[in-house]
């Protein structure tokens, strides 16, 4: 059986491809090649600046923009970055067309608690493409006749949810918008009444849902594939899921500013295969923002294709990842994100070297079978404290979570030497399974000093 890509409908939507070389219905098949999607990107690319340059107040009035031809595709990192905080400022604006040309507004709230938050804009043609992403990145699991769980908001017009449900009536399945619920366990009884094929949510709270519903006694929840999206995914958490309900796991990577779809991931998972048709993406050392050679741990930076409405050239994302452009198992020429490693400045710097990051922790302690969600703050002092709450899926097994938690974080290489040297103090709290956490994005909370390095 061949894998299935996304290589011939992005081959469609670039007007790509070459003609099969066997014959038969298979002679009508496009065949996307590198070497083709490297050109075309290439125009796109000398097309989108020439677009932004002259439509975008923010990019006609940038100053530093050097006066460069654009030959080839290495010639792009020798232009200035776009940043969240230009995005914030909005001063130019960034929005290229008319505001009648709008169909849809998305306000990002920030972290603080005053000032401008981000607004994108989006066109009926950008939310289309957005569509159609979804549509055949879900084909890739969700077949014809399934129902569909979207344990998203879906109740904006536009929205993430709205998308996904348009995009599962167009691959012929059912979808059914599953509200998250105020806890595991209520959405782990929507979930049974739902009956769905296919899950697709934030990774922890489908983790949590699948552990109580592992251990509460209630029917089990029959899935073939789950959807993990919006946040970042540790293995540890995605072994947990396909264990918990035997299904497979699948990924996606985007944001706002990608237009929501950015990635997803394949039968092989072997990392997220790129929208390249919207998107053309570089991984860059986050320090002196250098292009990173393939394989390379560095920040995500993305250049919008197509886009008019807010076009955005070279954002840095602030997103950790590995760009892959090594042929994929299922054939795919698509590059692809892999190794997601959290944000850049959400990391608290350890006493005696390293960084207590959320994604660290998650590896941990989404090991412990009896753990359902956690919280966890770091309080500046000598000595540092981890403040860790923790929900555990089954309250007969919570007093030996604690020992497990401080084993788990002994044995890690970065977290043990601070605890065994008395520099970081662990301290465990027990929560009910069914509390919720988190009120949006999970994030480690940080206070004194460690949040004054991350924004320093």
């Known amino acids: 059986m061949v ?98 040309a709008v169909a849809r507004v998305v306000t990002l709230a920030t972290s603080g608690t005053s000032g401008p938050a981000k607004r994108l804009h989006f066109t009926a043609e950008d939310q289309e493409a957005t569509i159609d992403f979804f549509h055949h990145g879900m084909a890739l ?34 979808p059914l ?56 995914v540790a293995k540890s958490l995605s072994r947990a899921i396909a264990k918990a309900w035997g299904v497979e796991v699948f990924e996606h990577w985007g944001m706002t500013e990608t237009g929501y779809g950015g990635a997803v991931d394949c039968a092989f998972h072997c990392g997220c295969h790129l929208r390249e048709s919207e998107l053309y993406v570089e991984v860059v050392d986050p320090v002196t923002g250098a292009r990173q050679p393939p394989g390379a741990l560095g920040e995500v930076v993305v250049t919008t294709l197509r886009r008019r409405s807010v076009p955005l050239l070279r954002y840095r994302t602030g997103d950790l990842a590995r760009l892959i452009d090594a042929p994929c198992a299922c054939g795919s020429a698509l590059r ?51 403040a860790l709450r923790v929900a555990t899926a089954s309250p007969a097994r919570a007093p030996a979570v604690a020992a497990a938690v401080r084993s788990r974080l002994a044995a890690d290489p970065v977290v043990g030497p601070a605890l065994a040297s008395g520099a970081l103090r662990l301290d465990v709290e027990l929560a009910d399974g069914a509390a919720r956490l988190h009120d949006g994005k999970r994030r480690l909370h940080m206070s004194g000093a460690a949040a004054c390095a991350r924004c320093c």
Do not use: C
């Not at 998203?152 to 691959?171: H, I, K, N, Q, S």
């Not at 990774?203 to 519903?213: H, I």
């Open 3 to 100: 894998a299935a890509t996304l290589d011939r409908w992005m081959a469609e939507r670039m007007g790509l491809g070459t003609p099969s070389a066997s014959g038969g219905e298979a002679a009508e098949r496009r065949v996307l090649t590198h070497t083709a999607l490297e050109a075309w990107q290439l125009a796109e690319l000398r097309a989108t600046i020439a677009y932004a340059r002259a439509a975008s107040p923010f990019y006609r009035a940038r100053h530093d923009w050097p006066d460069i031809e654009i030959r080839g595709l290495e010639d792009v990192a020798r232009l200035p970055f776009t940043r969240p905080a230009d995005l914030l400022r909005n001063d130019p604006p960034f929005l290229a067309l008319s505001q009648g």
């Open 141 to 174: 699991f969700a077949r014809p006749g399934d129902r569909v769980a979207i344990a998203f908001a879906g109740e904006r017009p536009g929205g993430v949810g709205d998308g996904l449900a348009t995009a599962v009536r167009r691959l012929g399945a059912t």
């Open 177 to 232: 918008l599953t509200p998250l619920a105020p806890g595991p366990a209520e959405f782990a009884e929507r979930l049974r009444a739902a009956k769905p094929d296919v899950v697709a949510g934030p990774p922890v709270p489908l983790l949590a849902a699948a552990r109580v519903s592992a251990s509460d006694g209630g029917a089990p929840i029959a899935i073939r594939a789950a959807l993990l999206s919006s946040d970042h």
């Open 336 to 386: 692809r994100l892999a190794d997601f490693s959290g944000r850049i400045g959400a990391e608290a710097p350890l006493p005696g070297g390293g960084a207590l990051t959320l994604p660290r922790l998650d590896e941990a302690l989404f090991a412990i079978e009896a753990i359902a969600d956690f919280s966890a703050t770091v309080e500046d002092g000598a000595p540092m404290v981890l």
